[in-house]
């Protein structure tokens, strides 16, 4: 059983930044790649930015430049730090991890979401 936790999402004005944290819990042996994702109203979920278990980074075009993904293995907690904010990033926000539990098991895990409201 591995569980994840957004928080840290709020209402800001376009320009002003956020961090988004992702917290991990439960029967963890091992969290691969980390992924955040955002659904606006109306909109398909879509990929914001990855990082793998060795640091790497990729990053949506519409956030390159402004957003930043980071994670604490020995928190087993992933970052989102979000500057530059524009109402187009007005969404909620999702994580995603790439886990193999204690019995062995690959998992994808969802966390519940954090909303994020940006006013122009």
């Known amino acids: 059983q591995v569980q994840l936790v957004e928080s840290g999402g709020g209402s800001v004005q376009a320009g002003g930044s956020l961090r988004l944290s992702c917290a991990a819990s439960g029967s963890i042996f091992r969290l691969n790649e980390m992924a955040w994702y955002r659904q606006a109203p109306g909109k398909q979920r879509e990929l914001v930015a990855t990082?793998?278990?060795?640091?790497?980074?990729n990053y949506a075009d519409s956030v390159k430049g402004r957003f930043a993904i980071s994670r604490d293995n020995a928190k087993n907690t992933v970052y989102l730090q979000m500057n530059s904010l524009k109402p187009e990033d007005t969404a909620v926000y999702y994580c995603?991890?790439?886990?193999?539990?204690?019995?062995?098991?690959?998992?994808?895990?969802w966390g519940q979401g954090t909303l994020v409201t940006v006013s122009s």
């Open positions: 990082i793998t278990n060795g640091g790497s980074t």
């Open positions: 995603k991890a790439e886990a193999v539990d204690s019995r062995w098991r690959s998992l994808e895990v």
